[in-house]
C-alpha cells in the first residue's frame, strides 16, 4: 500500500491525512512539535494514520505532502523527498511569512520555491486554493453537474497524474494550469482563489489572472 508522509499538520494536514486515510492509503503525519503532540489527531483518524518526525514522515511517504506555512519551507527536510512526488499547497500570506521579494514582483511562484527547495522532487501544487474544510465535505460523483473543479501544476506529468486521480476520488475535477511557472494563476487574490467552480469557471478564472494581483 501506498504511503503519504505529510509535513504540516494543521488545517490542511489534517484534512488531508484523513482525505487520504480515507482513500485506503496509509499516512504519516509530522508537525514541528513533534508526534506526541499529534496523538489525539492520530487517535481520531484511526489505524492507517500515524504521527512521526517531519523526517520520518517524509522518509515513510512513497509520496508526500508540504503544508506548513511558507516561512517554514527551509525547514522542510529534503533529502528523504528525494526522487518523490510532492504535493505542495502553500500560499504566500506576507502578513504570516514575511515579505519574499521575487513573489511581490511576480518573478516566481510559491511553487517554484518549493521546487528549488527540493531540487530532486517532483513537486507539484495541489489543494491550495481550497479552504481546509471543504476537501473532505463538498465533493460530488463525476458527471455531477455542478461539481467542483480543483486546479493542479507541475514540471512532472506523472505528478499532476497522481493528483488527478485523488482529485475525482475526492470528488473533483481537475483544471491543469501547466508547469510550475504558470501556478501563479492559482495563487491568493486571483480569481480562482478558494472560489467554488466547474471546471470550466476554473478554466475562465485561470485565463483571466493577473500576473501581478
Ligand atoms: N487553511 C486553509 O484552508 C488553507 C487552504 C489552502 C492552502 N493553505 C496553505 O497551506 C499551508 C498550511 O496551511 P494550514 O492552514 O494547514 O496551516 P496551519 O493550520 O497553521 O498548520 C501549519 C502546520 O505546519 C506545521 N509546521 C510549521 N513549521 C513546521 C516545520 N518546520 N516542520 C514541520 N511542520 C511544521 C505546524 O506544526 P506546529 O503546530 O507543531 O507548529 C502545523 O501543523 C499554508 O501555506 C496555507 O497558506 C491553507
Not at 501556478?183 to 478564472?205: C, H
Request: charge should be negative.
Amino acid at each position: 500500500m501506498t504511503t503519504i508522509g505529510i509535513i504540516g499538520a494543521g488545517h490542511i494536514g489534517s484534512a488531508l491525512a484523513r482525505a487520504f486515510s480515507g482513500l485506503g492509503y496509509d499516512v504519516v503525519i509530522s508537525n514541528s512539535r513533534g508526534p506526541e503532540s499529534l496523538q489525539d489527531l492520530v487517535a481520531e483518524l484511526g489505524p492507517k494514520v500515524s504521527a512521526a518526525s517531519a523526517y520520518d514522515a517524509a522518509a515513510a511517504g512513497d509520496i508526500a505532502v508540504v503544508t506548513v506555512p511558507l516561512r517554514a519551507l527551509r525547514d522542510v527536510p529534503v533529502e528523504p523527498l528525494a526522487g518523490k512526488i510532492v504535493l505542495d499547497t502553500n500560499n504566500y500570506y506576507f502578513e504570516r511569512d514575511g515579505h519574499i521579494d521575487a513573489l511581490d514582483r511576480g518573478e516566481t511562484t510559491t511553487s517554484e520555491l518549493v521546487q528549488q527547495h527540493l531540487p530532486a522532487s517532483k513537486v507539484v501544487k495541489a489543494f491550495n486554493h481550497i479552504l481546509a474544510g471543504d476537501i473532505n465535505t463538498t465533493g460530488l460523483p463525476a458527471g455531477a453537474p455542478d461539481r467542483r473543479a480543483l486546479g493542479t501544476a507541475s514540471d512532472y506529468p506523472e505528478a499532476i497524474e497522481f493528483v488527478t486521480g485523488v482529485y475525482d476520488a475526492l470528488g473533483f475535477d481537475t483544471v491543469n494550469a501547466g508547469p510550475l511557472s504558470e501556478s501563479w494563476r492559482l495563487e491568493r487574490d486571483r480569481p480562482a482563489y478558494v472560489a467554488r467552480q466547474t471546471a470550466d469557471q476554473l478554466r475562465e478564472n485561470l485565463a483571466k489572472a493577473n500576473r501581478l494581483p
